[in-house]
């Protein structure tokens, strides 16, 4: 892959946007190629948690300028393909089996900030900056917009997108766009560190159905969300993993995960 490394150790899979000199900017071949690269992990037994990072002094500045260039050649049909590849990556982040943790160490700025909207969890280095700036060149926020009225609200979601305003990581935050800050110095430590207790002391069944059902919470009426959960809770008693957990809850010992 030219745009990005796949890594495993640990049972955690770190894919790393790998165009500094770019800024990580997304075109056609890194959608493609990150496509493939979570595909890989969720196929892959021995991977549990995902990080996506990236080299450099950005983690994704949106879109390449010559990719956008391409864009402006491209008949209705051919964006409309193009398109639906950033909506399928999105989409495959967003309903990933494992668990997906964003390591922001620069700015995340229109596709960029999309891609930590989507993660399940986004942690941020103090200087990193973000924002959907889509509208300031005559674009718009569409996909990612999905995502984000889910994650921030109605109102949040709209001062961001209209305004297309950079915003602090600090105010990412409190935005719930990402989960915390983290230094420069212990951001990578911080996210080994989850990575691993995810790894080691939870159960990949249960972060699985979990994020099921925080994803489909929305979805449905009440009575029949509900319905779906007692579904799943049902479901998951019967799972290998469930009974090895009370057993071992039981029995005053630590399950092995």
């Not at 398109?83 to 495959?92: D, G, K, P, V």
């Not at 997906?100 to 700025?109: M, N, P, R, S, T």
């Not at 939870?202 to 059902?213: C, D, E, M, V, Y």
């Not at 809770?233 to 290998?240: I, L």
Request: hydrophobic content about 45%; overall charge neutral.
């Amino acid at each position: 892959m030219s745009g990005l490394t796949y890594h495993i150790a640990d049972r955690v899979a770190t894919i790393t946007l790998n165009r500094p000199e770019k800024r990580n900017a997304l075109n056609g071949v890194l959608v493609k190629e990150l496509r493939q690269a979570f595909a890989r992990a969720e196929q892959d037994g021995d991977v549990k948690v995902i990080v996506l990072a990236a080299n450099g002094k950005a983690f994704c500045a949106g879109a390449d300028l010559d990719y956008l260039q391409q864009l402006q050649q491209n008949n209705y049909e051919e964006n409309l393909a193009d398109s639906r590849e950033l909506m399928l990556l999105m989409q495959e982040i967003y309903s990933h089996q494992k668990v997906v943790i964003a390591q922001i160490e620069g700015d995340a700025l229109a596709g960029g900030c999309g891609l930590a909207s989507v993660a399940d969890l986004s942690f941020a280095v103090p200087e990193a900056r973000f924002g959907y700036t889509e509208v300031r060149i005559g674009f718009v926020p569409a996909l990612v917009s999905v995502f984000l009225v889910r994650k921030t609200g109605e109102g949040r979601a709209r001062e961001l997108l209209l305004t297309g305003e950079l915003i602090t990581a600090e105010q990412a935050a409190a935005y719930g766009i990402i989960n915390k800050v983290v230094p420069a110095e212990n951001i990578r430590a911080h996210v080994a560190e989850l990575a691993r207790r995810l790894c080691n002391e939870t159960s990949a069944n249960s972060l699985k159905i979990t994020k099921t059902l925080v994803r489909t919470a929305l979805d449905h009426p009440l009575p029949e969300a509900l319905e779906n959960a007692a579904r799943l809770n049902a479901e998951t008693r019967q799972h290998p993993d469930c009974k090895k957990g009370i057993g071992a809850f039981l029995n005053k010992e630590k399950p092995v995960w």
